[in-house]
């Protein structure tokens, strides 16, 4: 009977990876998923109830989550080209209309965007993006 307990662990671990990978939500079923893992090695070797099955895993996932979640987001962190929030920073873009502390528009990349500027900027001219709140770009003037 322990075999089938250990294999429902086992099933249920693998279940928990899949679904973190299927559904992005920040290495959270991970970790469910190794204490998930861990547990089906322990009710292998030894009977437990299903109180002490909770326990064990509820107690071995919180524990996985502390001690390793910020190196694996570190590790994935590292391997992303760019953070998409910052594709904008620092870049140059040109006026397509007069930029003011209320609206304009910039292209960057072909697109328009909505800009706006503490100071008055002509059209036509090139601008460097300094910040980015949902798609407004915040520019202000090269020269």
Do not use: H
């Amino acid at each position: 009977m322990t075999e089938y307990v250990s294999l429902g662990w086992l099933i249920a671990s693998f279940l928990l990876i899949i679904l973190e990978i299927v559904i992005p939500g920040g290495f959270i079923l991970l970790f469910f998923g190794m204490g998930a893992f861990t547990l089906s090695i322990l009710t292998y070797f030894f009977d437990l109830g299903w109180l002490a099955q909770m326990g064990l895993f509820s107690l071995g996932s919180v524990m996985y989550l502390f001690l390793l979640r910020e190196n694996v987001q570190r590790l994935f962190r590292s391997r992303t080209i760019e953070d998409p929030e910052n594709e904008f920073i620092g870049k140059t873009a040109k006026t397509l209309t007069p930029i003011s502390s209320e609206e304009g528009k910039v292209e960057f990349k072909g697109t328009q965007w909505p800009a706006l500027s503490l100071d008055k900027i002509p059209a036509g001219e090139e601008v460097e993006i300094v910040g980015q709140e949902s798609i407004t770009l915040y520019v202000k003037p090269l020269k």
